[in-house]
């Protein structure tokens, strides 16, 4: 990795695949993300304010550039939740911005949905050090993206997502070659080119091509912003599908600090319509847990039941309120054919 942000800028002179400067630099001639945009090369003389208007105006045309991937990004979803429902988790791998960005993703995870540290993963090339630190040489190895996910003892519920913006990094295709052909893992590639490797190498190839940039080369800039909307994508609709909401609402949140608190309180009250009395009751007899109080006033279910409901829909509130629902029907009903 030659810098600390941009694994896809420039690549070292000779990577795992064996190629030549000469090759590498014909290969960097060809990708979008790397072309050079001569109306932009008196930029430096131009007024703050007109940099950052331009600036502004780039960053614009990404929505329209993930929105044409849209199709390929649900099929992506769908399969993932699929792996997930089933126990499988999801693996990010990247190098240098795209790494990072995975690495972010995944540890957003935990505190929004309450997954376990271990269901969503981010790996970037050089270990965690590489957040921070330039790890030299990283991202042009396969062998160290299979050598780090054979340290996760890969599984084929498991989903693996290559994220590069050049599509040729060679840490991100190793992984999702690795991935499919040893483990039979669902395997997503993440670009910000056309025909990429990586993209061919994945189950599902995800080609968000954004255009040069307004630095030649830098791909943390327009590339990095459509990476982390594609993810975004990814967990939070996986997580929807997988029952971690009620509506809009993120009824799996854990409340580890006050501010979190808080916004449980306020989940449950936006759920239900309850009092702050009704509330405190029911996060009282649920040790805390959102959706369970919001079960028990909904559902007018005790916490147990609550708990009993959930775990038999899989954690899915609107399932488990259904059930809840139906039971106090055929209650109600067979109380009255007695009486």
Known sequence: MTS????????????????????????????????????????DRQPTLEIAKIMNGEDATVPAAVAEQLPAIAAAIDGTAERMARGGRLIYAGAGTAGRLGVLDASECPPTFNTDPAEVVGLIAGGPSAMVTAVEGAEDSKELAAEDLDGLRLTADDVVVGVSASGRTPYAIGAVEHARARYGALTIGLSCNADSGLAAAADHGIEVVVGPELLTGSTRLKAGTAQKLVLNMLSTITMIRLGKTYGNLMVDVRASNEKLRARSRRIVSLATGASDEEIETALAATDGEVKNAILTILGGVDGPTAADLLVASDGHLRAALDTSRTNRTTSTTSTTSTT
Do not use: K, M, V, W
Request: aromatic share 4%; proline share 10%; net charge negative.
């Open 4 to 43: 600390t942000t941009d694994a896809d800028a420039t690549p070292s002179p000779a990577p795992g695949g064996g190629e030549t400067y000469g090759e590498l630099r014909a290969q960097l001639d060809t990708l979008t993300t790397e072309a050079f945009r001569p109306e932009l090369s008196e930029i």
